[in-house]
């Protein structure tokens, strides 16, 4: 991680993955969607789930489109 200034309020800071944080990230990722399925799968239909994942991921995009939570550049 590294802190970059917020360009929307100089007082705070923003924090981002570093290419070596985007690496680890990447590796991780099959054991979160392993660790997501044994929670969730039980408790959802598969649909439900992918229903759920759709969901998270058009909210996530709507967050990105407007800047909310990322910093910039």
């Not at 360009?7 to 660790?35: D, I, M, Y």
């Not at 039980?42 to 995009?61: D, F, I, M, N, Q």
Request: aromatic share 2%.
């Amino acid at each position: 991680m590294e802190r970059r200034p917020n360009p929307a309020n100089r007082r705070s800071s923003l924090l981002a993955l570093t290419p070596a944080g985007e690496s680890v990230v990447s590796r991780t990722e099959p054991v979160w969607q392993a660790a997501i399925q044994e929670i969730l799968g039980g408790a959802v239909t598969p649909e439900e789930l992918t229903a759920l994942s759709l969901a998270l991921a058009t909210l996530r995009s709507d967050l990105e489109r407007r800047h909310l939570g990322l910093p910039t550049g």
